[in-house]
């Protein structure tokens, strides 16, 4: 959160506002330590609202939206170190453009839209699970949503802050998280190569595979 402070810093005083929202399942008592220093409001979205709205698969994102209400600017992984984003926010705040959009070279995988509706289903299934310490069937339910929607990293976040509890300290472990991706997406593909079938009830190998 400090590079995003440093932002808000050199702009609050031309008409600049940052609300930050934690797209986080496991409540505001695990987004406080992050706070620390800011000054900036932030809100929790425990039910990855914002993300579904705008089909985010990750965190951070920004989202410029002027004294009107227009949305002048949307980035899918925004990040404060990477210049040529920063740059477009001053733009914006300076009215220098009316409107940035980024090249999107990233590909992704393709969901159906009853895939994604599943994924979301269980997801929320498993986030309430969670919330009543059951963590067994919280990570069965985040398990197939993760397969039905493998690019969403938010919720693949999830499971590991119920899985791996111990590398989401105040200090978060990137080089871990993105090793275990690396893995998990490993595995996923070996489970899709052996047919794979994913739907309402869960996804299972068939025994004749």
Known sequence: MPGWQKVYDQNKDKNFEILSVAVDGQGSEVVKPHLEGTTFTTVVDE?????NMFNFKMVPNGI???????????????????YEHVEAVEQLINKE?????????????????????????????????????????????L???????????????????????????????FDWQKEQLNK????????RNQGLVCGPDGCFIPQDK
Do not use: C, H
């Open 47 to 51: 039910n990855n609202t914002l993300v």
């Open 64 to 82: 410029f939206i002027d004294e009107e209400g227009t949305i002048r600017l949307i980035k899918e992984g925004f990040s404060v170190d990477n």
């Open 97 to 141: 453009v009316e409107k940035v959009e980024f090249d999107e070279g990233q590909t992704r995988n393709e969901q159906t839209d009853l895939q994604l509706q599943l994924a979301q289903t269980k997801f929320k299934l498993g986030m309430e699970y969670a919330k009543q310490n059951r963590d067994e069937e919280a990570l069965k339910e």
């Open 143 to 173: 398990d197939d949503a993760i397969l039905l929607d493998p690019d969403n990293f938010t919720i693949r976040k999830q499971r590991w802050y119920i899985r791996y509890p111990e590398k989401f300290g105040q200090d978060i472990d």
């Open 184 to 191: 998990e997406l490993k595995k996923e593909e070996q489970q």
